[in-house]
Nanobody, 114 residues
């Protein structure tokens, strides 16, 4: 089973940027569509963006125009460039397949606050 490990979170002020990375232990082409999810305090986990093996992308309305999801099939990695961050983007961010598999990593914390 391919394992996914997230990194790149941190604390930024509103309007700032962060880049999250997801490294897979195996071939992500075999995984198919990959996605970023997030879970804010007291809320359920939600889909942020997904990208298939042909690089077609889909975004949640709340992040459209601000976040960019990419993948590198040769390096078995996926990234999420987050710009114009807002306090409501504060959450733990996870990478997983889409639809999501049963196993979740530790995630990476993103905090947007002045």
């Amino acid at each position: 089973q391919v394992q996914l490990v997230e990194s790149g979170g941190g604390s930024v002020q509103p309007g700032g940027s962060l880049r999250l990375s997801c490294v897979a232990s195996g071939n992500i082409i075999s995984i198919g569509t990959m996605a970023w999810y997030r879970q804010a305090p007291g809320k359920g986990r939600e889909l942020v963006a997904r990208i298939n093996t042909y690089y077609a992308t889909t975004y949640a309305d709340s992040v459209k125009g601000r976040f960019t999801i990419t993948r590198d099939n040769a390096k078995n990695t996926m990234s999420l460039q987050m710009d114009s961050l807002k306090p409501e983007d504060t959450a733990v961010y996870y990478c997983n397949t889409w639809p999501s598999g049963p196993h979740w990593g530790q995630g990476t914390q993103v905090t947007v606050s002045s």
